[in-house]
C-alpha cells in the first residue's frame, strides 16, 4: 500500500497512515468485545431473567450453534490478522515518512 501512495505529500501519507491504524485498531477493540463483552451480556441476561430462557426447539438451537462456530472459526482469524495488516503497513509508511529523524536520533545516541 505505501507504493500506492507515493507519490502524494508527506502531510497525506501521514494522515493515510494514521487511517490506517485507527482501522487496525477499531478491528482488533471489536474482536475484544466481541470475545469478552458478549457472554458478559448473556450471562446477565440470564441473571435478570431469573433462570428462565426463551424456548428455543432443539434443530434450531443446534443451527445457531453451528452458524457461531463457523463465525468463530472464519470471522476472528480473518479480522486479527486484517487488524494487524493494517496496523503494519502504517508502521511501513510512518517509517518511510520519518526515516530521516529516526537516523538523527540514531546518530545522537
Not at 53 to 73: C, D, G, R
Request: proline share 4%; charged share 20%.
Amino acid at each position: 500500500m505505501a507504493k500506492n501512495i507515493s507519490g502524494r505529500c508527506v502531510k497525506s501519507r501521514e494522515k493515510w497512515a494514521d487511517s490506517l491504524m485507527s482501522a487496525g485498531t477499531t478491528i482488533h477493540t471489536t474482536v475484544i468485545i466481541t470475545i469478552f463483552v458478549s457472554p458478559l451480556t448473556a450471562l446477565v441476561g440470564v441473571f435478570f431473567s431469573q433462570g428462565k430462557l426463551p424456548a428455543l426447539s432443539e434443530p434450531l438451537l443446534n443451527k445457531f450453534l453451528f452458524y457461531v462456530q463457523i463465525w468463530t472459526v472464519l470471522f476472528f482469524p480473518i479480522a486479527i490478522f486484517l487488524g494487524i495488516r493494517l496496523k503494519n503497513n502504517a508502521m511501513d509508511i510512518y517509517d518511510d515518512l520519518f526515516e530521516k529523524e529516526m537516523s538523527k536520533d540514531i546518530k545522537s545516541e
